[in-house]
């Protein structure tokens, strides 16, 4: 009688067991992420550009074999940020430092991003070192209604203009669902952080803007920004201009999530520089996609993609991200910059 209990009990466990499993929810995920890809320039000399160093004759010495092998590097790069949850490509990246439309459609042809079907949208910048930002992604995902590039007029102290990157905000359907996108390459840190700081804050006020103007058609946009800002989370062109926070239960209705803000209290970081980690690339959003309801996409986590082929092995820049050139020289490696992600999620059917 003692057996037939046990066994009795442990039917009744097993059957609460796959009770449990079967209540289990299950997630779509989808992967969005940017990347520096540091200078990805064709060999071909445009006159429009200041691209004389990135060419065979130039000061870099950027022939083809230099030219593919970097288009090859930041192509298996992407190919694997998220794989590890998803199996495949992201479906949305956001790009920095692409010279022209043609470098991005060489990047999506190769043997490791082909067969993902990548859709480009580009403009050219009035950059002085002729550099712009971009966006690709999975047409079979995302399907773009409108694109548009935003200026940012900066000057000089000696009131000379000073000529940078565009915004470039693309509206469509993620899957299905109103999703809007802002790609950034905010001014440098040259002449010193608080020198150029108010050159990145005017960035930061241009990006508000945007956002601004999206949630004033709809308080529910989903609205994702992401680029290589040049500053930190926790620099006053984000806490002070664009009030992002830090922690989810802060974000208040039309406001901004940076996850990008714990993971730096963390040491953790996207790029180095004199001994020191900063987190420049980031990926933050509005308050509509941290909401419960998982019906339609919310923001699940974030990262940086540091894998251990993208950073130096040895030597005094042991850990830092492996860039592709030092001191005028190519040195096969990939970028000065390490990608960052997050992924979105919804309840499968």
Known sequence: MKKYYNSLFVTFLLLML??????????????????????????????RKFD??????????????????????????ISEIGSDVTKQAPDIVGLCEVENQNVITDLINTDYLKKYNYGIVHYDSPDSRGIDVALIYKKNIFKPTSTSKHHLEIYEVDG????????????????????HLIVNHWPSRSGGEAASRPKREAAATLNKKIIDSLLAENPDAKILSMGDFNDDPTNTSFKKILKTEGKKERVKSGGLYNPMEEMLKKGIGSLAYQDGWNLF???????????????????????VFNKSYLANQKGRYKG????????????????????????LIKEKK
């Open 18 to 47: 796959l009770k449990v499993q079967a209540q289990e929810k299950k997630f779509m995920v989808r992967t969005i992420a940017f990347y520096n890809v540091e200078n990805l320039f064709d060999t071909i000399n445009d006159p």
């Open 160 to 179: 000379k203009r000073r000529y940078t990157r565009d915004q470039l905000l693309v509206s469509g359907m993620f899957d299905g669902e109103p999703m």
């Open 320 to 343: 830092y991200p492996f860039r592709s050139m030092s001191n005028g020289n190519y040195t096969w490696g990939y970028s000065d910059h390490f990608p960052v992600y997050l992924y």
């Open 281 to 303: 690339d980031q990926i933050y959003f509005t308050q509509e996609l941290l909401k419960e309801d998982k019906s339609t996409y919310r923001y699940w986590k974030a990262g």
């Open 52 to 77: 004389d160093d990135r060419t065979p004759e130039g000061a870099d010495r950027w022939t083809s074999k230099v030219y593919n092998d970097h288009v090859q590097k930041i192509a298996k790069v």
